[in-house]
T-cell receptor, first 113, second 114 residues
């Protein structure tokens, strides 16, 4: 197992375009989290999946953001009509129920120009 | 509101000197506490965690942190730092009853100089 994988590592997009990121968690992990990290700040919680069910969403996740985890395996995070304020590192993490402390992926760095 | 405060945004220190990175969290009945480290251009790695039991927890690379419930603190310490410890350190708290959602501090950049 190679840990949590995120793709792409970097994404540059023009304002107004849609982008989609993918996260492949550790295979046996049933919990999956998305976080956003901006420069000089700690990661901020976006959303959480247990298996395929999205159980919690942050108020940071506006209507332009949507996340899915079909079949409880990989997850995608889509941002529609990107804005410059969306520029950030998007981090995915996974864990097992009852296991405290996640394993993070290396993140996807989004730059909106 | 639940929050984590890392009192120092940057800590410069000379190699082999001791260091303490401070972390305070907003009070709650039951918490779990974590320190993560982020090396340049890498993801977050779990350094150590406090779940229960002994209030002093240690990492494999010489860091330790002490849970102080009365002061709602979880400061990270190392008696002698190395150049390779240069990184961003994040304190995080998980409040019981949630979905293991972590709330992070803003981070402390540790810069170790020769």
């Amino acid at each position: 197992d190679t840990g949590v994988s995120q793709d792409p590592r970097h994404k540059i997009t023009k304002r107004g375009q849609n982008v989609t990121f993918r996260c492949d968690p550790i295979s046996e992990h049933n919990r999956l989290y998305w976080y956003r990290q901006t420069l000089g700040q700690g990661p901020e919680f976006l959303t959480y999946f247990q298996n395929e069910a999205q159980l919690e969403k942050s108020r940071l996740l506006s209507d332009r953001f949507s996340a899915e985890r079909p079949k409880g395996s990989f997850s995608t995070l889509e941002i529609q009509r990107t804005e410059q304020g969306d520029s950030a590192m998007y981090l995915c993490a996974s864990s097992l129920t009852g296991d405290m402390g996640y394993t993070f992926g290396s993140g996807t760095r989004l730059t909106v120009v | 509101a639940q929050s984590v405060t890392q009192l120092d945004s940057q800590v410069p220190v000379f190699e082999e000197a001791p260091v303490e990175l401070r972390c305070n969290y907003s009070s709650s009945v039951s918490v779990y506490l974590f320190w993560y480290v982020q090396y340049p251009n890498q993801g977050l790695q779990l350094l150590l965690k406090y779940l229960s039991g002994s209030t002093l927890v240690e990492s494999i690379n010489g860091f330790e942190a002490e849970f102080n419930k009365s002061q709602t603190s979880f400061h990270l310490r190392k008696p002698s730092v190395h150049i390779s410890d240069t990184a961003e350190y994040f304190c995080a708290v998980c409040y019981s009853g949630g979905y293991n959602k972590l709330i992070f501090g803003a981070g402390t950049r540790l810069a170790v100089h020769p």
